[in-house]
């Protein structure tokens, strides 16, 4: 039942060199996560609030770009803004796997040179995809998983929440509906 769920921005870049530019001659798309909300489930309020985190991550990653930051800079901003924003199922927000554990994943990948760096199963880390940087960037591997993935992120430094961080009642109560409608133990 484990949902894959960060890397929840897919951030295409067509990135000039980089300096801050007059006129931007990049783009930015990034998408909000798996899943399906109804929109006739949504009242207004709520689809002003999707719409404004969408935002804030469109404007995190692009300003990174405007000061000339790097295209990996600039998706790590906009999707860390998405892992902060319980609306979403990345980070803060994640859905629960069957045993009520938000267990956290995130991928990256340098166009550049193709290197990757990849995350799963993160329970305390407050930041997966700079896990996934991480691994890229400061390690000879490609993929770290569950308490070495752990170990390696606190081990650079990056910050460490407790579990409990990550928990939102909405996707609780998911989890807790979805089992039942199952038929299958409640955790």
């Known amino acids: 039942m484990k949902q894959i769920m960060t890397a929840a921005a897919a951030l295409a870049l067509l990135a000039t060199p980089a300096v801050a530019q007059e006129t931007p001659?990049?783009?930015l798309a990034i998408h909000g996560g798996a899943?399906?909300?109804e929109r006739a489930s949504?009242?207004?309020?709520r689809d002003a609030?999707?719409?404004a985190g969408l935002q804030a991550a469109l404007d995190a990653g692009s300003a990174v770009l405007a000061q000339g930051g790097s295209s990996l800079d600039a998706v790590q901003a906009a999707i860390q803004s998405l892992e902060d924003n319980p609306l979403f199922n990345a980070g803060r927000g994640a859905v629960f796997t069957a045993a009520g554990k938000n267990e956290l994943d995130a991928a990256v990948m340098n166009?550049?040179?193709l290197t990757?760096?990849?995350v799963a199963g993160l329970t305390r880390t407050r930041h997966p995809i700079a896990a996934a940087r991480a691994v890229m960037e400061q390690s000879p591997h490609v993929m770290l998983i569950g308490e070495g993935a752990e170990s390696f992120a606190a081990s650079v430094g990056l910050e460490q929440v407790d579990p409990?961080?990550?928990f939102t009642e909405s996707r609780w109560q998911a989890l807790l509906k979805a089992?039942?409608?199952k038929g299958l133990p409640l955790p």
Do not use: N
Request: proline residues 4%; glycine residues 16%.
């Open 164 to 166: 409990g961080f990550f």
């Open 179 to 181: 089992l039942r409608d």
């Open 42 to 45: 949504l009242t207004p309020e």
């Open 35 to 37: 899943g399906v909300i």
């Open 111 to 113: 166009g550049a040179d």
């Open 49 to 51: 609030a999707y719409r």
């Open 116 to 118: 990757a760096g990849a």
């Open 25 to 27: 001659r990049w783009s």
